[in-house]
């Protein structure tokens, strides 16, 4: 039996305005890292770069659920690190 996604509705909102490739390829990159884990892969990680998105999950192993909290564009997510080295 392998793993659900779920995608929260925050995440869901910013997904539905990504170029269709990009969704297509986090997508990819969700379903592998899904049956990994189903394989009885662990994983350290919490979130999958793609392109220029960063998508932040959490493994439920009790409901066998990937759950997409949080999705955004590299540029956002970068954005008050640079503010930050400019004002230093």
Do not use: K
Request: glycine share 4%; proline share 3%.
């Amino acid at each position: 039996m392998s793993y659900r996604i779920q995608i929260e509705p925050e995440a869901g909102t910013l997904l539905r305005t990504l170029a269709p490739h990009t969704v297509l390829r986090l997508g990819r990159a969700l379903a592998d890292l899904a049956d990994s884990i189903a394989g009885g892969e662990s994983t350290e990680q919490s979130e999958l770069r793609v392109d220029d998105c960063v998508l932040q999950f959490v493994v439920n192993h009790a409901h066998r659920l990937v759950e997409v909290v949080h999705v955004e564009q590299r540029e956002q997510a970068e954005a008050p690190y640079a503010a930050a080295a400019t004002t230093a």
